[in-house]
DNA sequence: CGAATTTCATACCACGCAGTATATAAGAGT
DNA sequence: ACTCTTATATACTGCGTGGTATGAAATTCG
């Protein structure tokens, strides 16, 4: 066994781990896996070439394998770190009082995101468009992590029309696919290089228009 | 000079053309690029290996250099079938009276191409979102395209305006762009395996919400 | 110190990629 | 029939890819 794909915590890392035998690991993994995520984010899963990751990480190729395993194995714990620090805004946003404040919410946390320093566009949006020659496993990974989001914005605006945000016309279901394909395509517009302001203009239209509180 | 990109016209295409010195092409170059835009359709520009698309056409890969130059230019040329043959629901579409029949007509021009039997998703908006590493060119092609699409559905909603199909306090442009940005997420939807009863909701219930007439 | 163990650095491997050299086949003009 | 021209078929090239073998460096335990 060469490595553990579960354990990513570095000796160097915030707690360091009691006892270790052997010559010490020379760079942080987790600061590694945040510059693998960025090109992963530029480039996608295919277009980002273990060369392009390796020198971004600072660190060789066989430090990467004995780490993290296989260029697969990493792009699946860069969307776990992408997921869990960029996409908060996913989770706090389910917590806004109405339906429209969910919307507005994931709008501007979306927005905040393309005008940042981090590459353009969503990582998940990107990978589930982009790829489709290599492994299914990776597609299924974003596919159930989508709709695991799908489900949780469905949930809240089946709440959210109980507690009579909605017109009562209105589907709830239907409104959280509507409202991910607007930021789905907020994300193409960002890539294809929209700008900031053109952006804010798509979220106020989006919130001008929105059907509710 | 081994080939004139810009002819296509093949001697077993539609008019032959009359005199003909050499060994007669042996494929209609108009079925091959139809079989390669589809190739590139599915998996995109770098996704699309050079030995896909010649067994995809039929042909043999000097055949397809003889033909059509290079990957690059074979792609910029199916962009054109694509543009030409695909998209002409949008030339149809900017002809309807009012400006929520033009978005209908976009909703379900996309919808349509989304259940026929073509690959799902738009060539364009696959091609913007996953081309990152190569030639910037074909992005610049595929933008410069795109921004004349918006320029001319701009001009359509400023008319709309001036008709009083709009509330006053809406933007024509800012409406152009998020008519846009729904297209483009359902075009991310059906590539992550929407179903076509899902994209007609979307379209629902985007023209549910559209305001104005 | 010395043995065991783990990481790091360099070089390497097999493979698939876009693109091509070469030789042969199939027509047209004379 | 013979030449000229163009397309086809096969085989190849150089290169970048993901992934790895091997040996040296750095640490802990005895």
Redesign the pocket.
């Known amino acids: 066994m ?2 553990d794909p579960d354990t990513i915590v570095a000796p160097n890392s915030s707690h360091q781990g009691s ?9 942080c993994p987790d600061a590694a896996l945040t510059a693998a995520l960025k090109v992963f984010w530029e480039r996608g899963y ?1 277009g ?6 390796t020198e971004a990480m600072g ?9 993290f395993g ?3 194995a ?1 792009f699946r714990k860069a969307l776990d770190l992408y997921e869990k620090e960029k996409l908060a805004y996913v989770r706090a946003g389910l917590t806004a009082p109405t339906a429209k404040g969910v919307a507005e919410a994931f709008l501007r946390g979306s927005l905040a995101m393309q005008t940042g320093n981090d590459p353009r566009g969503c990582l998940s949006v990107v990978s589930a468009v982009a790829c489709t ?1 290599y492994a299914d496993s990776i597609r299924d990974e974003i596919t159930s992590l989508r709709l695991a989001t799908d489900r949780a914005i469905i949930e809240r605006f089946e709440r959210a029309r109980d507690e009579g945000d909605f017109p009562p016309d209105v589907d709830p279901a239907a409104m959280a696919h509507y409202l991910t394909a607007i930021l789905q395509g907020m994300t193409v517009q960002a890539r294809s290089g929209a700008t900031p302001a053109e952006l804010e203009r798509l979220v106020a239209t989006t919130l001008a228009i929105w059907p509710g509180r």
Do not use: D, V
Not at 19 to 27: A, C, I, K, L, N
Not at 59 to 67: M, V
């Open positions: 060469k490595f006892s270790h035998r052997g010559r010490p690991r020379q760079f295919e980002a070439s273990m060369a392009e990751l660190i060789t190729k066989p430090s990467l394998y004995a780490c296989n260029k697969e990493l020659n």
